[in-house]
């Protein structure tokens, strides 16, 4: 994925034609003809598109909003979702430049070695690894969760609930690429008609349209509150509250990039890349700033059903969906809807070990990590890079020992850090990338895409992002009788990720002499022919091959509009 580089600079090309859409003649064969270490072709452009829609819309909105809300109030929630999403626009309109001019299948860590500096490649493929392996345990965290909305955790121990799901999303990820990534497909298309399945009922209840026939509008802005108080009182506890609520949304639309790092790889770039970067905005504001809206709207942050507003987290549902749909009266619905909320928990962790477990190879590929890991099976499966990440997923027992509300913060915490430093790599590299085609006088107009806050908008996102990097678990040093005094747990988990960033980008450098890129010297040009011809080779290869296959016709006609 975008976690890995060009040749001694992360992923392998060959793993990366894995997440291509592209159709040769040898598709049904593997990609490399080294022993044992090859990958199988078996992930078209829909599936792409689908797994990242779907690793995008899971736990941070389904239910890690329920925190905010509860904390925070709707007002803050929307601000706080709103100011990140144009952060994530600015991001993904800073790769969607890079990507369609030079669309390299090895995704954003290639960009940082070309542009910026190879040690800050190989630190953001490291750090996205550690995102990933430690947003799976989380998804199976929340999962336990959900599951308590029916069975209590006193009668059945979390942990049988993480057995089962671990075990399947093993088995998933065991079966081969194309039992994958068809399951993906079909499960993430689900995903997304469910999500505006509950915007449009949320729309509904808000304006009356429930049994109980209330007309609520905003009556919860004015009580209990649009802001809740947190640590203070007055102004400054809203805005401490306020101010909190940014690790929740930061962590809802973390996996947003991979969206631009997929479509940089697939077919005709030039016309996809700014038509998903376009898309993008639209699907920020309905997917989420309208969801965070709706639900404020619909549940007081002070109800005790909100899972995370009482200490007893496995008294209530894990989503504040579904809380709203239980205050609303509607009967069987609330049982229905944390249904559909446990299969987007399920999927989005049955894609999460996926990325891991091929961030790792890649890496494996190149040197990078242990080269047992990058040795495969005879159907192209990295089984040692699958069994590796499947224990450290294993994390997710912490569950059984520990209260589920406190080990899903930890998770939350350490996935947000690395998440955000992948963000603060994409906008250097980014200004970087503006830099030198300026200083090879690389006119305007050969872009195909350009970013329209340009490195202005880029320079002022990385200052947003590095303050919320430094900021965003300010609560773990307050003294209150209230609140408690210094949390070093969440102190640890909260900021683990800077120090090990650093140690990644100077220990390489310190240990390979590696120097920055000047703007001068960026490498703007090596692979460009080469892709262009591919792409119209993928393009003249299409126009013979069938493609209303396996419900392609229903994506095209139907789902690609969500896009």
Known sequence: MGALGEKGDGISPEMNREFSGDISKVEEGAVSSEHHVDLHRGLKARHITMIAIGGAIGTGLIIGTGEALAKAGPASILISYSVVGLVVYTVMCGLGEMAAWLPLSSGFTGYA???????????????????????????????????????????????????????????????????????????????????????????????GGGPDHDRKGFRYWKEPGAFNTYIDEGAAGRFYAFWSTMVSATFAYLGTELIGVTVGEAQNPRKTIPRAIKLTFFRIVIFYITSVLLVGTLVPYNSPDLVFATKQSSSASASPFVVAVMLAGIPVLPHILNACILMFVFSASNSDLY??????????????????????????????????????????????????????????????IFGLLAWVSLLVTHIYFVKAHKAQNVPESDLAYISPFGATGSYIALAFCCLICLTKSFDVFTHSPKWGNFNYKKFITAYLGIPLYLMLIFGYKIFTGSKGVTPEEADLWSGKDAIDREEAEFLAQQALREENKKGSWIYKNFLSYLF
């Open 355 to 416: 990325i891991a477990t091929r961030t790792i190879y890649g890496l494996a590929r190149e040197g990078k990590a242990p080269r047992f890991l990058a040795r495969t099976d005879k159907r192209g499966v990295p089984v040692y890079a699958l069994i590796l990440c499947a224990c450290i997923a294993c994390l997710a027992y912490m569950n059984v020992s520990s209260d589920s509300k406190t080990v899903f913060g930890y998770f939350v915490d350490l996935v947000t």
């Open 113 to 207: 070695v070309r542009f910026c500096d190879p040690a800050l490649g190989f630190a953001l493929g490291w750090t996205y690894w550690f995102k990933y392996i430690m947003i799976t345990p989380n998804q199976l965290t929340a999962g336990a969760m959900v599951i308590q909305y029916w069975i209590k955790a006193d009668r059945v121990n979390p942990g049988v609930w993480i057995t089962i799901f671990l075990v399947l999303i093993v088995c998933i990820n065991y079966f081969g690429i194309r039992f994958f990534g068809e399951f993906e497909f079909w499960l993430s298309s689900f995903k997304v008609v469910v999500i505006l399945g509950i915007i449009l009922l949320s729309f509904i209840l808000m304006l």
